[in-house]
Protein backbone atom coordinates (compact mmCIF):
# COMPACT_ATOMS: atom_id res chain seq x y z
CA UNK A 1 0.00 0.00 0.00
CA UNK A 2 3.15 2.31 0.67
CA UNK A 3 4.44 2.16 -2.86
CA UNK A 4 0.47 2.83 -4.03
CA UNK A 5 0.40 6.22 -1.98
CA UNK A 6 4.06 7.40 -2.83
CA UNK A 7 3.30 6.35 -6.64
CA UNK A 8 -0.23 8.89 -6.52
CA UNK A 9 1.93 11.85 -3.94
CA UNK A 10 4.19 11.89 -6.88
CA UNK A 11 1.38 11.98 -9.79
CA UNK A 12 0.13 15.28 -7.52
CA UNK A 13 3.46 16.62 -7.00
CA UNK A 14 4.53 16.51 -11.30
CA UNK A 15 1.01 18.25 -11.92
CA UNK A 16 -0.52 14.84 -13.41
CA UNK A 17 -3.30 14.35 -10.82
CA UNK A 18 -5.39 17.18 -9.30
CA UNK A 19 -5.91 17.30 -5.41
CA UNK A 20 -9.55 15.91 -5.56
CA UNK A 21 -8.11 13.38 -7.04
CA UNK A 22 -5.70 11.98 -4.63
CA UNK A 23 -8.82 12.49 -1.51
CA UNK A 24 -10.86 10.78 -3.56
CA UNK A 25 -8.11 7.83 -4.46
CA UNK A 26 -7.07 7.31 -0.61
CA UNK A 27 -10.47 7.67 0.75
CA UNK A 28 -11.32 4.26 -1.67
CA UNK A 29 -7.97 2.86 -0.74
CA UNK A 30 -8.46 3.24 3.06
CA UNK A 31 -12.55 2.07 2.85
CA UNK A 32 -10.83 -1.28 1.54
CA UNK A 33 -8.38 -1.73 4.18
CA UNK A 34 -11.01 -2.99 6.98
CA UNK A 35 -11.70 -7.31 7.47
CA UNK A 36 -15.32 -7.18 7.07
CA UNK A 37 -15.11 -9.97 9.88
CA UNK A 38 -13.16 -7.35 12.12
CA UNK A 39 -15.56 -5.30 11.69
CA UNK A 40 -18.33 -7.31 12.43
CA UNK A 41 -17.29 -9.70 14.56
CA UNK A 42 -18.23 -7.75 18.28
CA UNK A 43 -21.14 -6.10 16.46
CA UNK A 44 -24.81 -7.29 18.36
CA UNK A 45 -26.38 -6.94 14.62
CA UNK A 46 -24.04 -8.12 11.70
CA UNK A 47 -24.87 -5.38 9.49
CA UNK A 48 -23.41 -6.82 5.71
CA UNK A 49 -25.42 -4.53 2.99
CA UNK A 50 -27.14 -0.99 2.00
CA UNK A 51 -29.92 -2.94 1.09
CA UNK A 52 -32.25 -0.09 -0.19
CA UNK A 53 -33.57 3.32 0.50
CA UNK A 54 -37.37 4.55 -0.05
CA UNK A 55 -38.01 7.94 -1.46
CA UNK A 56 -41.13 9.52 -1.59
CA UNK A 57 -42.65 11.44 -4.83
CA UNK A 58 -45.19 13.15 -6.81
CA UNK A 59 -45.77 10.77 -9.46
CA UNK A 60 -45.06 7.77 -9.01
CA UNK A 61 -45.30 6.57 -13.01
CA UNK A 62 -42.87 9.50 -13.93
CA UNK A 63 -40.18 8.83 -11.24
CA UNK A 64 -39.89 5.46 -12.32
CA UNK A 65 -39.44 6.33 -16.29
CA UNK A 66 -36.64 8.35 -14.72
CA UNK A 67 -34.65 6.09 -12.90
CA UNK A 68 -35.13 3.26 -15.91
CA UNK A 69 -34.62 6.07 -19.17
CA UNK A 70 -31.64 7.83 -17.55
CA UNK A 71 -29.36 4.72 -15.22
CA UNK A 72 -31.36 1.33 -16.61
CA UNK A 73 -33.06 0.59 -13.61
CA UNK A 74 -35.50 -2.19 -13.80
CA UNK A 75 -38.53 -3.15 -11.58
CA UNK A 76 -37.43 -5.75 -8.68
CA UNK A 77 -40.71 -5.45 -7.13
CA UNK A 78 -43.45 -4.27 -6.41
CA UNK A 79 -45.39 -4.24 -2.85
CA UNK A 80 -48.42 -2.87 -1.94
CA UNK A 81 -48.27 -0.77 1.22
CA UNK A 82 -51.03 1.45 3.11
CA UNK A 83 -51.31 5.13 2.43
CA UNK A 84 -48.94 5.07 -0.62
CA UNK A 85 -51.16 4.99 -4.44
CA UNK A 86 -49.33 4.54 -7.71
CA UNK A 87 -49.90 7.35 -9.04
CA UNK A 88 -53.41 7.20 -11.51
CA UNK A 89 -53.40 3.12 -10.90
CA UNK A 90 -55.70 3.67 -7.61
CA UNK A 91 -53.64 0.65 -6.13
CA UNK A 92 -51.50 0.70 -3.01
CA UNK A 93 -48.05 -0.15 -4.19
CA UNK A 94 -44.15 0.69 -3.77
CA UNK A 95 -42.35 0.49 -6.64
CA UNK A 96 -38.59 -1.23 -5.95
CA UNK A 97 -35.91 -0.30 -8.83
CA UNK A 98 -32.78 -2.09 -8.90
CA UNK A 99 -30.04 -0.57 -10.04
CA UNK A 100 -28.21 -4.21 -11.17
CA UNK A 101 -28.40 -7.85 -10.47
CA UNK A 102 -28.55 -7.76 -6.29
CA UNK A 103 -30.81 -7.01 -4.27
CA UNK A 104 -30.37 -3.70 -3.73
CA UNK A 105 -32.84 -1.50 -4.85
CA UNK A 106 -34.52 2.03 -4.15
CA UNK A 107 -38.68 2.42 -3.43
CA UNK A 108 -40.10 4.45 -4.96
CA UNK A 109 -43.64 5.86 -3.56
CA UNK A 110 -46.19 8.86 -3.41
CA UNK A 111 -45.74 10.67 -0.32
CA UNK A 112 -45.49 13.93 1.06
CA UNK A 113 -43.02 15.80 1.71
CA UNK A 114 -41.91 15.16 -1.24
CA UNK A 115 -38.01 14.03 -1.84
CA UNK A 116 -38.18 12.97 1.70
CA UNK A 117 -36.34 9.78 2.30
CA UNK A 118 -38.73 7.55 4.14
CA UNK A 119 -36.21 5.32 5.40
CA UNK A 120 -33.05 3.27 4.95
CA UNK A 121 -32.60 -0.69 5.04
CA UNK A 122 -29.59 -2.69 6.32
CA UNK A 123 -28.87 -6.16 5.26
CA UNK A 124 -28.17 -8.28 8.32
CA UNK A 125 -25.99 -11.45 7.95
CA UNK A 126 -27.88 -14.28 8.98
CA UNK A 127 -31.30 -12.78 9.65
CA UNK A 128 -32.89 -14.34 12.42
CA UNK A 129 -35.75 -11.07 13.19
CA UNK A 130 -36.78 -12.80 16.74
CA UNK A 131 -32.84 -12.65 17.57
CA UNK A 132 -32.86 -9.35 16.26
CA UNK A 133 -35.38 -8.02 18.36
CA UNK A 134 -34.17 -9.40 21.23
CA UNK A 135 -30.35 -7.71 21.44
CA UNK A 136 -32.34 -4.75 20.02
CA UNK A 137 -34.87 -4.58 23.23
CA UNK A 138 -31.72 -6.05 25.48
CA UNK A 139 -29.61 -2.77 24.76
CA UNK A 140 -32.61 -0.54 25.39
CA UNK A 141 -33.62 0.17 21.68
CA UNK A 142 -37.37 0.58 20.96
CA UNK A 143 -37.97 -1.53 17.73
CA UNK A 144 -40.76 -2.90 16.16
CA UNK A 145 -41.54 -6.09 13.73
CA UNK A 146 -43.86 -5.96 10.43
CA UNK A 147 -44.53 -9.00 8.99
CA UNK A 148 -45.25 -8.90 5.10
CA UNK A 149 -46.87 -11.97 3.90
CA UNK A 150 -43.87 -14.67 5.10
CA UNK A 151 -41.38 -12.25 5.48
CA UNK A 152 -40.52 -10.56 8.82
CA UNK A 153 -39.61 -6.78 9.05
CA UNK A 154 -37.64 -4.45 11.97
CA UNK A 155 -37.86 -1.05 12.29
CA UNK A 156 -36.04 1.37 14.67
CA UNK A 157 -35.30 4.97 14.80
CA UNK A 158 -31.99 6.24 14.96
CA UNK A 159 -30.95 9.08 17.64
CA UNK A 160 -32.21 11.68 15.31
CA UNK A 161 -35.62 9.80 14.39
CA UNK A 162 -33.89 8.69 11.09
CA UNK A 163 -36.07 5.52 10.41
CA UNK A 164 -34.24 2.28 9.71
CA UNK A 165 -35.19 -1.03 8.73
CA UNK A 166 -33.59 -3.84 9.14
CA UNK A 167 -33.72 -7.24 6.73
CA UNK A 168 -32.05 -10.30 5.66
CA UNK A 169 -29.24 -9.24 3.51
CA UNK A 170 -30.87 -11.26 0.60
CA UNK A 171 -34.39 -9.23 0.83
CA UNK A 172 -35.30 -7.51 -2.72
CA UNK A 173 -39.00 -6.79 -1.20
CA UNK A 174 -40.38 -9.75 -2.86
CA UNK A 175 -42.41 -12.89 -1.36
CA UNK A 176 -40.82 -15.67 0.94
CA UNK A 177 -39.38 -15.66 4.57
CA UNK A 178 -36.71 -13.36 3.62
CA UNK A 179 -38.56 -11.49 1.17
CA UNK A 180 -35.91 -12.28 -1.66
CA UNK A 181 -38.17 -13.57 -4.29
CA UNK A 182 -38.68 -11.62 -6.76
CA UNK A 183 -40.17 -11.53 -10.17
CA UNK A 184 -39.70 -8.36 -11.31
Known sequence: M????????SRYEK????????VASLGALFAGTGSA??????APVAVGTLNHVSISVSDVKRSVEFYQSLFGMTVKSQQGTAGNAVAGGGTDAVV?????????????YKGEPVGHIGHFCLGVRNFDADQVMR????????????????????????PDNVSVQLTDVSYCGGAGPRGNRCDG
Open 135 to 158: TLNGRGVKASMRTRGESKEIFLSD
Open 96 to 108: NLAPGPGPEFVGI
Open 15 to 22: GQVSRRHV
Open 2 to 9: TGTIEELL
Open 37 to 42: ASQTAT
